[in-house]
Protein backbone atom coordinates (compact mmCIF):
# COMPACT_ATOMS: atom_id res chain seq x y z
CA UNK A 1 0.00 0.00 0.00
CA UNK A 2 1.42 3.29 -1.05
CA UNK A 3 -0.41 6.89 0.65
CA UNK A 4 -1.73 8.66 -2.23
CA UNK A 5 -0.09 11.32 -3.15
CA UNK A 6 0.63 13.96 -6.06
CA UNK A 7 1.54 12.60 -9.61
CA UNK A 8 4.85 14.73 -9.62
CA UNK A 9 6.39 12.86 -6.80
CA UNK A 10 5.88 9.23 -8.49
CA UNK A 11 9.44 8.24 -9.04
CA UNK A 12 10.92 8.79 -5.42
CA UNK A 13 7.35 8.03 -3.23
CA UNK A 14 5.33 4.93 -4.47
CA UNK A 15 7.15 2.92 -6.88
CA UNK A 16 9.04 -0.07 -6.00
CA UNK A 17 11.53 -2.53 -8.00
CA UNK A 18 10.93 -6.15 -8.29
CA UNK A 19 11.78 -9.33 -10.14
CA UNK A 20 8.59 -8.17 -12.63
CA UNK A 21 9.67 -4.21 -12.68
CA UNK A 22 8.39 -1.01 -11.24
CA UNK A 23 5.10 -1.95 -9.74
CA UNK A 24 2.46 1.04 -8.74
CA UNK A 25 -0.50 0.50 -7.00
CA UNK A 26 -3.63 1.85 -8.08
CA UNK A 27 -7.38 1.54 -6.82
CA UNK A 28 -8.64 -1.40 -8.30
CA UNK A 29 -11.89 -1.24 -10.36
CA UNK A 30 -15.14 -2.40 -8.48
CA UNK A 31 -12.91 -1.91 -5.20
CA UNK A 32 -14.48 0.64 -2.43
CA UNK A 33 -11.27 4.00 -1.93
CA UNK A 34 -9.32 3.06 0.95
CA UNK A 35 -6.96 6.00 2.21
CA UNK A 36 -3.83 4.53 1.74
CA UNK A 37 -4.66 3.42 -1.67
CA UNK A 38 -2.68 5.28 -4.58
CA UNK A 39 -6.13 6.21 -6.47
CA UNK A 40 -4.81 7.60 -9.68
CA UNK A 41 -6.40 5.35 -12.63
CA UNK A 42 -4.19 3.03 -14.57
CA UNK A 43 -4.61 5.37 -17.46
CA UNK A 44 -2.85 8.37 -15.00
CA UNK A 45 -0.13 6.05 -14.18
CA UNK A 46 0.42 5.01 -18.15
CA UNK A 47 0.29 8.79 -19.64
CA UNK A 48 2.76 9.59 -16.47
CA UNK A 49 5.06 6.77 -16.65
CA UNK A 50 4.59 7.45 -21.26
CA UNK A 51 6.50 11.00 -20.56
CA UNK A 52 8.58 10.81 -17.43
CA UNK A 53 9.83 7.43 -17.82
CA UNK A 54 9.99 6.51 -21.80
CA UNK A 55 7.83 5.62 -24.57
CA UNK A 56 9.47 2.29 -24.60
CA UNK A 57 7.41 1.26 -21.33
CA UNK A 58 4.99 -2.11 -21.57
CA UNK A 59 2.41 -1.64 -19.43
CA UNK A 60 0.37 -4.17 -18.18
CA UNK A 61 -2.87 -3.96 -15.62
CA UNK A 62 -3.57 -6.96 -13.29
CA UNK A 63 -4.32 -7.53 -9.85
CA UNK A 64 -4.75 -4.02 -9.27
CA UNK A 65 -1.50 -3.51 -10.10
CA UNK A 66 0.27 -1.63 -13.33
CA UNK A 67 3.55 -3.05 -13.94
CA UNK A 68 5.94 -0.84 -15.77
CA UNK A 69 8.02 -3.93 -17.20
CA UNK A 70 11.82 -3.14 -18.04
CA UNK A 71 12.67 -3.26 -21.35
CA UNK A 72 15.83 -4.43 -22.76
CA UNK A 73 19.13 -2.48 -24.36
CA UNK A 74 19.32 -4.58 -27.90
CA UNK A 75 16.55 -7.10 -27.55
CA UNK A 76 17.79 -10.87 -27.60
CA UNK A 77 15.92 -13.08 -29.54
CA UNK A 78 13.30 -15.27 -28.06
CA UNK A 79 14.80 -18.23 -26.56
CA UNK A 80 14.38 -21.61 -27.79
CA UNK A 81 11.79 -24.22 -26.85
CA UNK A 82 13.30 -26.08 -23.76
CA UNK A 83 16.31 -23.42 -23.51
CA UNK A 84 17.98 -23.73 -19.72
CA UNK A 85 18.99 -21.37 -17.45
CA UNK A 86 22.70 -20.36 -17.32
CA UNK A 87 23.34 -17.67 -14.78
CA UNK A 88 21.84 -16.95 -11.98
CA UNK A 89 23.32 -13.01 -10.70
CA UNK A 90 22.35 -11.19 -7.54
CA UNK A 91 24.37 -8.14 -6.96
CA UNK A 92 23.83 -5.23 -4.50
CA UNK A 93 26.93 -3.31 -3.71
CA UNK A 94 28.06 -2.76 0.00
CA UNK A 95 25.34 -6.13 0.68
CA UNK A 96 26.17 -8.82 -1.14
CA UNK A 97 27.67 -10.10 -4.94
CA UNK A 98 26.74 -13.34 -6.43
CA UNK A 99 27.10 -15.23 -9.24
CA UNK A 100 26.18 -19.25 -10.24
CA UNK A 101 27.15 -20.29 -13.34
CA UNK A 102 24.97 -23.28 -14.25
CA UNK A 103 26.98 -25.00 -17.29
CA UNK A 104 29.62 -25.79 -15.47
CA UNK A 105 28.24 -25.54 -11.55
CA UNK A 106 30.36 -22.84 -10.49
CA UNK A 107 29.42 -20.22 -8.12
CA UNK A 108 32.03 -16.73 -8.74
CA UNK A 109 31.55 -14.97 -4.68
CA UNK A 110 29.54 -16.23 -2.33
CA UNK A 111 28.07 -13.30 -0.46
CA UNK A 112 24.64 -13.25 1.77
CA UNK A 113 21.95 -15.16 0.87
CA UNK A 114 22.90 -17.00 -1.56
CA UNK A 115 21.92 -20.20 -0.06
CA UNK A 116 18.05 -18.56 0.60
CA UNK A 117 18.03 -17.71 -3.10
CA UNK A 118 19.48 -21.55 -4.63
CA UNK A 119 17.94 -23.79 -2.12
CA UNK A 120 18.68 -27.22 -3.23
CA UNK A 121 20.97 -25.62 -6.07
CA UNK A 122 23.53 -25.42 -3.97
CA UNK A 123 24.09 -29.05 -4.07
CA UNK A 124 24.96 -28.77 -7.59
CA UNK A 125 28.04 -26.18 -6.73
CA UNK A 126 30.92 -28.27 -7.15
CA UNK A 127 33.71 -25.21 -7.64
CA UNK A 128 33.42 -21.63 -5.47
CA UNK A 129 35.45 -18.92 -6.64
CA UNK A 130 35.93 -16.16 -4.96
CA UNK A 131 37.52 -12.77 -6.01
CA UNK A 132 38.12 -11.40 -2.23
CA UNK A 133 38.24 -11.67 0.71
CA UNK A 134 35.48 -8.73 1.37
CA UNK A 135 32.40 -9.26 3.49
CA UNK A 136 29.87 -8.94 0.54
CA UNK A 137 31.52 -11.32 -1.40
CA UNK A 138 32.45 -14.06 0.84
CA UNK A 139 29.21 -13.78 4.04
CA UNK A 140 27.05 -16.44 2.38
CA UNK A 141 30.03 -19.25 2.66
CA UNK A 142 28.74 -20.25 6.06
CA UNK A 143 25.46 -20.61 5.23
CA UNK A 144 26.39 -22.46 1.98
CA UNK A 145 28.28 -24.96 3.44
CA UNK A 146 26.02 -25.71 6.54
CA UNK A 147 23.46 -26.03 4.47
CA UNK A 148 25.02 -28.56 2.39
CA UNK A 149 25.68 -30.99 5.15
CA UNK A 150 22.28 -30.71 6.43
CA UNK A 151 19.55 -29.92 3.80
CA UNK A 152 18.42 -32.69 2.03
CA UNK A 153 20.41 -33.57 -0.71
CA UNK A 154 23.77 -35.45 -1.47
CA UNK A 155 26.03 -34.81 1.35
CA UNK A 156 28.85 -36.57 0.01
CA UNK A 157 29.26 -33.96 -2.95
CA UNK A 158 33.05 -32.49 -2.45
CA UNK A 159 32.93 -28.20 -2.59
CA UNK A 160 36.11 -26.72 -3.44
CA UNK A 161 36.71 -22.94 -2.65
CA UNK A 162 39.54 -21.14 -4.83
CA UNK A 163 40.02 -17.99 -3.13
CA UNK A 164 43.37 -15.21 -4.03
CA UNK A 165 46.22 -16.50 -2.63
CA UNK A 166 47.53 -14.23 0.42
CA UNK A 167 43.85 -13.49 1.35
CA UNK A 168 44.13 -12.25 5.08
CA UNK A 169 40.65 -11.82 5.44
CA UNK A 170 39.42 -15.86 3.59
CA UNK A 171 42.57 -17.26 5.68
CA UNK A 172 40.77 -16.07 8.95
CA UNK A 173 37.57 -17.51 7.11
CA UNK A 174 38.99 -21.16 7.07
CA UNK A 175 40.31 -20.84 10.41
CA UNK A 176 37.08 -20.40 11.91
CA UNK A 177 35.33 -23.14 9.47
CA UNK A 178 38.07 -25.57 11.21
CA UNK A 179 37.51 -24.72 14.32
CA UNK A 180 33.26 -24.82 14.21
CA UNK A 181 32.92 -27.39 11.56
CA UNK A 182 34.18 -30.67 12.51
CA UNK A 183 31.65 -32.80 11.50
CA UNK A 184 31.20 -32.17 7.51
CA UNK A 185 29.70 -35.09 6.09
CA UNK A 186 31.73 -34.21 2.45
CA UNK A 187 35.20 -33.13 1.64
CA UNK A 188 35.77 -29.54 1.66
CA UNK A 189 38.88 -28.24 0.12
CA UNK A 190 40.47 -24.78 0.06
CA UNK A 191 42.31 -23.32 -2.69
CA UNK A 192 45.02 -20.89 -3.14
CA UNK A 193 45.41 -18.98 -6.73
CA UNK A 194 47.53 -16.87 -8.40
CA UNK A 195 46.96 -15.13 -11.59
CA UNK A 196 47.59 -17.38 -14.16
CA UNK A 197 46.86 -20.47 -12.46
CA UNK A 198 44.43 -22.87 -14.19
CA UNK A 199 41.74 -25.24 -12.54
CA UNK A 200 40.60 -27.87 -14.70
CA UNK A 201 36.51 -28.22 -15.20
CA UNK A 202 36.00 -30.54 -18.04
CA UNK A 203 38.80 -33.07 -20.19
CA UNK A 204 37.53 -34.80 -23.22
CA UNK A 205 37.03 -33.15 -27.17
CA UNK A 206 36.14 -29.67 -25.70
CA UNK A 207 38.18 -29.47 -22.21
CA UNK A 208 36.95 -26.20 -20.20
CA UNK A 209 38.78 -24.78 -17.85
CA UNK A 210 38.84 -22.04 -15.37
CA UNK A 211 41.73 -19.54 -15.70
CA UNK A 212 42.82 -16.92 -12.72
CA UNK A 213 43.94 -13.31 -13.85
CA UNK A 214 44.67 -9.72 -11.74
CA UNK A 215 42.41 -7.25 -10.90
CA UNK A 216 42.89 -4.19 -8.27
CA UNK A 217 40.20 -3.57 -5.94
CA UNK A 218 41.64 -2.20 -2.31
CA UNK A 219 45.63 -1.48 -0.91
CA UNK A 220 46.27 -5.02 0.91
CA UNK A 221 44.02 -7.45 -0.25
CA UNK A 222 44.87 -9.93 -3.23
CA UNK A 223 41.54 -9.91 -5.61
CA UNK A 224 41.27 -12.00 -9.00
CA UNK A 225 39.25 -12.45 -12.05
CA UNK A 226 38.27 -15.25 -13.79
CA UNK A 227 37.65 -16.40 -17.20
CA UNK A 228 35.98 -19.83 -18.37
CA UNK A 229 37.93 -20.97 -21.34
CA UNK A 230 36.67 -24.01 -23.90
CA UNK A 231 39.63 -25.35 -25.85
CA UNK A 232 38.55 -25.49 -29.76
CA UNK A 233 39.96 -26.70 -32.96
CA UNK A 234 39.77 -24.40 -36.28
CA UNK A 235 41.82 -24.02 -39.47
CA UNK A 236 45.20 -23.21 -39.72
CA UNK A 237 45.23 -19.53 -41.38
CA UNK A 238 47.02 -20.59 -44.15
CA UNK A 239 44.18 -23.29 -45.08
CA UNK A 240 41.19 -20.81 -44.29
CA UNK A 241 40.51 -20.36 -47.76
CA UNK A 242 40.76 -23.54 -49.34
CA UNK A 243 37.81 -25.09 -51.21
CA UNK A 244 35.55 -27.03 -48.52
CA UNK A 245 36.37 -30.37 -51.26
CA UNK A 246 40.29 -29.96 -50.82
CA UNK A 247 39.94 -29.28 -46.95
CA UNK A 248 38.45 -32.71 -46.56
CA UNK A 249 40.64 -34.41 -48.72
CA UNK A 250 43.17 -33.34 -46.06
CA UNK A 251 41.37 -34.56 -43.50
CA UNK A 252 40.61 -37.94 -45.52
CA UNK A 253 44.25 -38.32 -45.69
CA UNK A 254 45.01 -38.13 -42.55
CA UNK A 255 46.23 -34.83 -41.69
CA UNK A 256 43.78 -33.09 -39.50
CA UNK A 257 46.42 -32.79 -37.25
CA UNK A 258 48.91 -30.86 -39.67
CA UNK A 259 46.12 -28.78 -41.57
CA UNK A 260 44.09 -27.40 -37.33
CA UNK A 261 45.36 -25.69 -34.63
CA UNK A 262 43.58 -25.63 -30.86
CA UNK A 263 42.94 -21.84 -29.49
CA UNK A 264 41.32 -21.04 -26.19
CA UNK A 265 37.95 -19.48 -26.28
CA UNK A 266 36.55 -17.58 -23.10
CA UNK A 267 32.85 -18.10 -22.82
CA UNK A 268 32.27 -16.34 -19.74
CA UNK A 269 34.62 -13.62 -17.22
CA UNK A 270 34.27 -12.27 -13.95
CA UNK A 271 36.11 -9.59 -12.82
CA UNK A 272 34.50 -9.13 -9.42
CA UNK A 273 35.23 -5.72 -7.76
CA UNK A 274 37.65 -3.60 -9.44
CA UNK A 275 38.69 -0.45 -11.19
CA UNK A 276 38.54 -1.28 -14.85
CA UNK A 277 40.13 -4.88 -16.36
CA UNK A 278 43.00 -4.71 -18.36
CA UNK A 279 41.08 -5.67 -21.96
CA UNK A 280 43.92 -7.81 -22.94
CA UNK A 281 42.91 -10.16 -19.95
CA UNK A 282 39.57 -10.96 -21.27
CA UNK A 283 40.14 -10.44 -25.24
CA UNK A 284 37.62 -12.12 -27.08
CA UNK A 285 35.39 -13.39 -24.23
CA UNK A 286 31.81 -14.16 -25.51
CA UNK A 287 30.13 -12.60 -21.97
CA UNK A 288 31.93 -10.35 -19.49
CA UNK A 289 30.85 -9.64 -16.61
CA UNK A 290 32.42 -5.98 -15.13
CA UNK A 291 31.57 -3.49 -12.22
CA UNK A 292 30.11 -0.80 -12.73
CA UNK A 293 29.50 0.65 -9.20
CA UNK A 294 29.46 4.53 -10.64
CA UNK A 295 27.66 6.59 -13.12
CA UNK A 296 29.20 9.60 -12.84
CA UNK A 297 32.55 10.12 -11.97
CA UNK A 298 32.46 12.70 -9.20
CA UNK A 299 30.25 10.01 -7.23
CA UNK A 300 33.58 8.21 -6.90
CA UNK A 301 35.65 9.07 -3.88
CA UNK A 302 38.45 6.41 -4.19
CA UNK A 303 39.80 4.38 -7.03
CA UNK A 304 38.74 1.15 -6.50
CA UNK A 305 35.64 0.83 -8.43
CA UNK A 306 34.77 1.29 -11.75
CA UNK A 307 31.92 3.27 -13.77
CA UNK A 308 29.48 2.34 -16.51
CA UNK A 309 31.24 4.12 -19.34
CA UNK A 310 34.79 2.51 -18.53
CA UNK A 311 33.38 -0.62 -18.38
CA UNK A 312 31.73 0.04 -21.47
CA UNK A 313 35.20 1.04 -22.83
CA UNK A 314 37.09 -2.41 -21.63
CA UNK A 315 34.57 -4.03 -23.58
CA UNK A 316 35.08 -2.29 -26.49
CA UNK A 317 38.74 -2.65 -26.45
CA UNK A 318 38.23 -6.09 -25.47
CA UNK A 319 36.09 -6.97 -28.37
CA UNK A 320 33.48 -8.44 -26.38
CA UNK A 321 31.52 -11.21 -28.60
CA UNK A 322 27.79 -11.24 -27.36
CA UNK A 323 27.54 -9.16 -24.32
CA UNK A 324 28.28 -7.10 -21.11
CA UNK A 325 26.75 -7.45 -18.12
CA UNK A 326 26.93 -4.53 -15.79
CA UNK A 327 26.65 -5.60 -11.41
CA UNK A 328 27.32 -3.63 -8.51
CA UNK A 329 25.61 -0.86 -9.16
CA UNK A 330 25.05 2.05 -7.15
CA UNK A 331 21.63 1.80 -5.23
CA UNK A 332 21.85 5.83 -5.92
CA UNK A 333 21.08 5.00 -9.48
CA UNK A 334 18.27 2.57 -8.92
CA UNK A 335 15.93 5.07 -10.02
CA UNK A 336 17.43 6.49 -13.39
CA UNK A 337 18.08 2.65 -14.86
CA UNK A 338 15.85 3.69 -17.57
CA UNK A 339 17.50 6.75 -18.62
CA UNK A 340 20.90 5.08 -18.42
CA UNK A 341 19.75 2.18 -20.51
CA UNK A 342 18.94 4.92 -23.35
CA UNK A 343 22.08 6.41 -22.80
CA UNK A 344 23.95 3.38 -23.21
CA UNK A 345 20.97 2.31 -26.25
CA UNK A 346 22.16 5.47 -28.04
CA UNK A 347 26.07 4.88 -28.28
CA UNK A 348 25.14 1.53 -30.52
CA UNK A 349 27.62 -0.92 -29.22
CA UNK A 350 28.17 -3.84 -31.08
CA UNK A 351 27.32 -6.33 -28.40
CA UNK A 352 24.43 -6.39 -26.00
CA UNK A 353 24.81 -4.66 -22.64
CA UNK A 354 22.40 -5.32 -19.06
CA UNK A 355 22.65 -3.70 -16.12
CA UNK A 356 21.71 -6.12 -12.89
CA UNK A 357 19.53 -3.62 -11.35
CA UNK A 358 20.84 -3.19 -7.48
CA UNK A 359 18.96 -5.98 -5.19
CA UNK A 360 17.29 -7.69 -7.89
CA UNK A 361 18.19 -11.75 -8.78
CA UNK A 362 18.59 -11.92 -12.10
CA UNK A 363 18.77 -14.79 -14.48
CA UNK A 364 20.25 -15.32 -17.63
CA UNK A 365 19.37 -17.58 -20.41
Not at 121 to 127: D, G, L, R, T, Y
Request: glycine share 6%; aromatic share 12%; hydrophobic share 40%.
Amino acid sequence: MFWAIGLDRIPRNIFRINRVGIAFTHLARGRPADPTDFTYPPEAVATWCKKELSERVVLDDWGGVTYVKRTWINPPPPLPLGAAMKALIFSKALYSTWIYYSPDRILFDCGEGVSTALENKVFAIKHVFLSHGHADHISGLMGLINIRNNAMGDHEKELRVYYPAGSFFVSELITYFARTNRNLQYELEWIPLKPGDRVTLLSGKHPRYVEAFATVHTRGEPSLGYNVCEVRRRLKSKYRDLPQEEIVALVRAGKKEEISETYGQYLFSYGGDSVPLNPSLVRGTEILLHEATFVDEEDRKEYKHSTVWEAIEVAKKAEVQKELILFHLSSRYRWDLQKLEQKIADLNLPFRVRIIPPGELVEIE
